[in-house]
């Protein structure tokens, strides 16, 4: 069995053009506003470490899934959010093979609301906290890849998109970077 909490470990990330048509794009009533949008990532991962997101679901009530943060998501419900991927999985043979890869959720800021380190697709002290959370209460495990990602609002008014993953260094976990792109 696999372990992909191994930092050594690599993992990939593809991104079909029909998902990537789906992932959000950060408005000025969002950054105004200040809400973030949350989503599943679905889609297939292999033993090799791949990752690939077929479809993007976003999730119109949080309610049982998340406690919402301004920038950051906290009390993840996974289990909650695999059934909501198992679902999809039943609305046709084209969605059969798909799983819950990973989460997408928006961090409707710009970079003058930010520490001067801080990039808005960068995740949160909380976002670390609640997705760690989640492989020490072994909601999720090595045993697959799993993948969280933030798409953030660029100074260009474009949004970028950054992915990470848990890894376990030492006798801690800790979330490194997978890729960026805008």
């Not at 690939?52 to 289990?79: C, H, P, W």
């Not at 072994?138 to 799993?146: A, V």
Request: glycine share 8%.
């Amino acid at each position: 069995m696999e372990n992909f909490l191994k930092p050594e470990r690599r993992i990939s990330v593809e991104i079909s053009n029909q998902a990537f048509e789906h992932f959000p794009e950060i408005s000025p009533e969002e950054l105004e506003s200040k809400q973030e949008r949350y989503f599943l990532l679905l889609g297939n991962s292999g033993i090799e470490g791949s990752v690939k997101i077929n479809g993007v679901m976003q999730l119109e009530d949080t309610t049982g899934f998340y406690q919402e943060g301004r920038e950051s998501v906290a009390g993840v419900n996974i289990s909650a959010l695999k059934s909501i991927a198992d679902g999809v999985r039943t609305l046709g043979p084209e969605y059969t093979s798909w799983h819950f890869v990973g989460e997408m959720h928006t961090h409707p800021v710009i970079q003058e609301e930010l520490d001067v380190n801080q990039r808005s697709h960068h995740p949160s002290e909380e976002d670390i906290q609640a997705w760690i959370a989640c492989y020490e209460r072994g909601e999720l495990t090595g045993d697959t890849p799993f993948i969280f990602a933030i798409a953030g609002a660029q100074e260009n008014g474009s949004t970028g998109y950054a992915y990470y993953r848990v890894v376990k260094e030492s006798d801690r976990l800790v979330v490194v970077s997978v890729a960026e792109h805008d």
